[in-house]
């Protein structure tokens, strides 16, 4: 992993003109969706990361369910043409179904938010913020190497 660090700085929740609070991260994932769920678990456990999801109360992205399990979002995986899909689908090891009417296409079983449930609890929780307004996110070069000792 690069040495490069990333600085946040996040707006405020107290109104009145309050300064944005400034957090260093090794990594910022922009978007608590499938993507940046998996990105996220896929880090080393060393690495200083947080996740900034927009949402006020929940990650997934346009992965949604009902609450008895429909989805009402993406629904479907052609594990033909989405082959990493369905690589992740195994690795979590979520069951799926057949479409009846399209051999070709399979479903979640539980619905496929049960892929933000399983990816999101293995995360720590102290390092996703919800409902943050991203102000701005830069790229700061790391320190320059300590001077060689005298001669």
């Known amino acids: 992993m690069a040495s490069d660090v990333s600085t946040v700085a996040f707006a405020s929740a107290a109104a009145g003109g309050v300064p944005p ?52 979002g993406a629904a479907w995986v052609w594990p033909r043409h989405q082959p990493h899909m369905a690589q992740l689908l195994r690795d979590l090891n979520l069951p799926t179904f057949q479409q009846p009417d399209d051999d070709q296409s399979t479903r979640v079983r539980g619905g496929t938010f049960a892929l933000v449930e399983k990816l999101s609890s293995g995360l720590d929780a102290t390092r996703i913020r919800k409902g943050c307004a991203l102000q701005s996110c830069t790229l700061v070069p790391p320190p320059p190497p300590p001077p060689p000792p005298p001669p």
Request: no cysteine; charged share 15%.
């Open 21 to 72: 609070m400034i957090e260093e991260f090794d990594v910022v994932i922009v978007g608590g969706g499938l993507a940046g769920l998996v990105v996220a678990s896929g880090l080393p456990k060393s690495t200083h990361w947080l996740l900034v999801e927009a949402h006020p109360t929940r990650l997934g992205g346009r992965l949604l369910n009902s609450g008895g399990g429909v989805d009402l």
